[in-house]
């Protein structure tokens, strides 16, 4: 969902972070949700939801790290605006593991003929996916705007 340019890694630690190194840090936590986002897409598609089952635990768990590691990175140098949009993005992801997900395997799983709900719940997933990573990328644009001079 999330492209953003990736930036030279330097290191980040010390007193004062370095700025490029912080951003492709968030960036590389969120974008790691890409691999689940492909894996739920693919399980979903192939009508395997024993395989979204387990994705959906695995990339549960990953996002639990992946706030922590954020939470802990913490702001940068006092600005927490780009780190909030990033645990922002990563607690929506979770939210939709955790509400719609579950419904749309149930749905497809036991083959429950209610397109209704299962277009809602495609809409939500979508327009949460879509407002996440326009939340994410406005932050680093404007992180990299600020910061990076």
């Known amino acids: 969902m999330l492209v953003v340019g990736a930036l030279a890694l330097t290191g980040c630690g010390g007193g004062t972070k370095d700025p490029a190194a912080y951003n492709n840090t ?3 936590v969120i974008n790691g949700s890409e691999k689940h986002i492909a894996d739920m897409n693919s399980a979903m598609t192939a009508s395997d939801y024993d395989k979204a089952e ?3 635990v695995d990339w549960e768990k990953a996002l639990t790290t992946d706030i922590k590691k ?6 940068f140098n006092g600005d927490a605006g780009f780190q909030k949009a990033v645990l922002d ?5 979770k939210k939709i593991l955790t509400e719609d ?9 036991n083959k429950v003929d209610d397109a209704t709900t299962e277009h809602a719940l495609l809409e939500n997933i979508n327009k949460a996916f879509e407002h996440m990573a326009n939340g994410v990328n406005k932050a680093s644009d404007e992180f990299e705007s600020r910061d990076n001079k």
């Open 101 to 109: 997900y579950p419904k749309l395997i149930e749905v497809r799983k």
């Open 70 to 75: 954020v939470d802990e990175l913490g702001a």
């Open 54 to 56: 387990k994705v959906h």
């Open 26 to 28: 968030m960036i590389t």
């Open 89 to 93: 993005g990563l607690t929506g992801y």
